[in-house]
């Protein structure tokens, strides 16, 4: 991997652009959306949506933990709020496809639980662009296990977010 810079990229803290030199060269877009208490949320998401309408630097991933999801489907109990969903959707309609929702449809799966009320919501995508869909082979969840303790929560208290490429 070897980091890029891109013009006009979210100058944004807990954001990542590299270039990953697999078989096929794709671009990786690493992120940490902050939650909405911040007051920092949804000027990043209209930075990381900016550049996702902007693109033109071939296949590419962007992924992470957005603090988003789709209402009425990623939460088990209503968290996410219109911008919020809208945000998803706008992704979608600028021509990256959440990758889990492209493997597994309406599936429901649950990426962090909330510590007080132990409902779960799905926080963490991938987002794969038009020139890199077709490389899509799986994506999927998988909760880390301690040898020692068994919990779900035991080596974070978010799933592992686990994207295959042909």
Same mark, same amino acid.
């Given at each position: 991997?070897?980091?890029?810079?891109?013009? @006009? %990229?979210?100058?944004?803290?807990?954001?990542?652009?590299?270039? $990953?030199?697999?078989?096929?060269?794709?671009?990786?877009?690493? *992120? &940490?959306?902050? !939650?909405?208490?911040?007051? +920092?949320?949804?000027?990043?998401?209209?930075?990381?949506?900016?550049?996702?309408?902007?693109?033109?630097?071939?296949? =590419?991933?962007?992924? #992470?933990?957005?603090?988003?999801?789709?209402? #009425?489907?990623?939460?088990?109990?209503?968290?996410? @709020?219109?911008?919020?969903?809208?945000? *998803? =959707? /706008?992704? $979608?309609? %600028?021509?990256?496809?959440?990758?889990?929702?492209? $493997?597994?449809?309406?599936?429901?799966?649950?990426?962090?639980?909330?510590? !007080?009320?132990? !409902?779960?919501?799905?926080? /963490?995508?991938?987002?794969? @662009?038009?020139?890199?869909?077709?490389?899509?082979?799986?994506?999927?969840?998988?909760?880390?296990?301690?040898?020692?303790?068994?919990?779900? /929560?035991?080596?974070?208290? &978010? =799933?592992?977010?686990?994207?295959?490429? +042909?």
């Amino acid at each position: 991997m070897r980091r890029i810079a891109v013009r @006009n %990229a979210p100058q944004l803290d807990r954001w990542l652009l590299v270039s $990953v030199a697999a078989p096929r060269r794709f671009t990786l877009g690493a *992120m &940490h959306v902050p !939650n909405r208490f911040t007051g +920092r949320k949804y000027p990043y998401l209209d930075a990381v949506l900016a550049l996702a309408r902007r693109w033109r630097g071939g296949p =590419a991933l962007l992924t #992470g933990d957005t603090n988003c999801g789709c209402i #009425g489907i990623d939460e088990e109990s209503p968290a996410f @709020n219109k911008r919020e969903d809208a945000w *998803m =959707a /706008d992704l $979608v309609a %600028a021509g990256w496809r959440d990758a889990f929702r492209d $493997v597994h449809g309406d599936e429901r799966a649950y990426t962090w639980y909330s510590p !007080n009320a132990g !409902n779960g919501f799905r926080l /963490d995508q991938a987002f794969v @662009n038009r020139t890199l869909r077709s490389q899509l082979a799986d994506a999927r969840y998988e909760w880390g296990r301690s040898v020692r303790d068994d919990r779900r /929560d035991a080596l974070s208290d &978010h =799933a592992a977010l686990i994207v295959e490429l +042909r």
